[in-house]
């Protein structure tokens, strides 16, 4: 009998939500992804390169014109430095790029310290590693860091620390202060960071996104890990990206070149026609600012109470002070019988911590999430 390695893993609540939703015909606002397309002319690029033979293998660590235009970006949009030859590896997915940087970075027994709620992906690839996990709760209802709780968890041990602004299911945008925090924080301390970065476009009420790379210590130490799915409505297409400097890119290219080895051509060559135009992606916080502001205001008519996100495409709701049910059985309650599907947000904690909030992905059309406010007005409790 095979042992398993991952003996807690089932399968992830994105599969599982958006299953249901179609099981029970209901509006899917749980897995994160667009309800809508890419743009056609990225759809044509895509054509023109698969029928002009950018068929076979790309080289292994991307497409030069992606990396170049990546690295492009990050110095218009951030103005920070990235060699394109050396710093900037384009992989399949900011899923794999973070699996490529963990495994670079965690050795058995090192301690890594993950911020809960934290993504999914993270603690599998730790555990897959040897590494042991050291959870960190985020404040809630706003979810930003407790640098004390950061502080007191951070050991001799501790190798790295995992980060995600805008963050993942919270919405929170690290700032200024929070990055001189964690500068302090691991000073003389032999730490890495991979900040999962996938959300950088999607900021709203004129805040910005701050690299943890703009920050020179840190970005010494950082892996930043992109997704073009997340930025050109083509999450399907699995093209992610990862910056760091010379001698952290040169170890994660070791891992990405035996895991995928490259990533695929057609969609890398398009991509780089297209990021020629930076507006192809610098309307993303206001494009989202307005999905927010009508959802949210939708929401202002339920019983829901809840912050408007500062950023990424979810909005958290808590219910707590209307009901005591717990959040899986209420999300799963509410796709059967409102017909509207949301993520538990219990699901992000290692112990299932259940604070009463559900997560709705509102990167949707506007007449469906006009569809989901009219059924979640209706109430469910
Ligand atoms: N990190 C976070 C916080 C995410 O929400 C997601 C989901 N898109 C990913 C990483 C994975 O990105 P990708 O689809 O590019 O693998
Ligand atoms: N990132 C998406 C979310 O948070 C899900 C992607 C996936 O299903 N792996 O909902």
Redesign the pocket.
């Known amino acids: 009998m095979l042992q398993s390695k991952l003996p807690q893993v089932g399968t992830t609540i994105f599969t599982t939500m958006s299953q249901m939703a179609t099981d029970y015909k209901a509006i899917n606002l749980s897995q994160?992804?667009p309800g809508f397309d890419c743009f056609p002319y990225l759809q044509d690029l895509v054509t023109k390169y698969m029928n002009t033979a950018h068929n076979q293998y790309a080289p292994m660590a991307g497409v030069p014109a992606l990396k170049q235009r990546l690295a492009e970006k990050t110095s218009n949009v951030y103005d920070v430095e990235y060699d394109a030859e050396t710093e900037v590896t384009v992989v399949?997915?900011?899923?794999?790029?973070?699996f490529a940087s963990i495994t670079a970075v965690v050795r058995q027994g090192d301690e890594v310290i993950l911020l809960e709620p934290a993504?999914d992906?993270y603690e599998p690839a730790v555990r897959l590693n040897g590494g042991v996990p050291v959870y960190v709760s985020l404040n809630v209802p706003d979810f930003s860091v407790d640098w004390n709780k950061v502080s007191d968890a951070i050991s001799s041990k501790t190798r790295l620390i995992m980060v995600?602004t805008p963050?993942?299911p919270g919405g929170y945008v690290w700032t200024q202060e929070d990055l001189d925090t964690l500068a302090d924080l691991i000073r003389d301390k032999d730490i890495y960071i991979i900040s999962?970065d996938?959300?950088e476009h999607i900021v709203f009420e004129g805040k910005k996104h701050i690299p943890l790379f703009s920050h020179p210590e840190l970005k010494a130490r950082t892996f930043a890990?992109?997704?073009?799915?997340?930025t050109f409505h083509v999450?399907g297409w699995?093209?992610?990206y990862c910056l760091a400097p010379k001698a952290l890119s040169k170890e994660f290219r070791k891992i990405h070149q035996f895991l995928t080895f490259s990533t695929v051509t057609p969609m890398q060559y398009a991509l780089a026609d297209y990021m020629e135009d930076p507006s192809r992606y610098l309307y993303l916080n206001k494009f989202y600012q307005e999905k927010r502001d009508l959802f949210c205001e939708g929401l202002s008519h339920t019983g829901f109470s809840f912050t408007p996100t500062e950023g990424?495409f979810f909005q958290c709701v808590s219910y707590g002070h209307l009901s005591q049910e717990s959040d899986f059985d209420l999300a799963v309650r509410m796709t059967k019988e409102i017909g509207v599907a949301s993520i538990p947000t219990s699901v992000f904690y290692h112990d299932q911590k259940d604070h009463k909030i559900l997560r709705f992905c509102f990167a949707k059309e506007d007449k469906v999430l006009e569809q989901a406010l009219e059924l979640l007005q209706k109430g469910i409790f």
């Open positions: 994160g992804f399949s997915g900011a899923t794999e790029a973070l993504y992906c995600n963050h993942n999962d996938v959300y890990c992109g997704s073009l799915g997340k999450t699995k093209i992610g990424s």
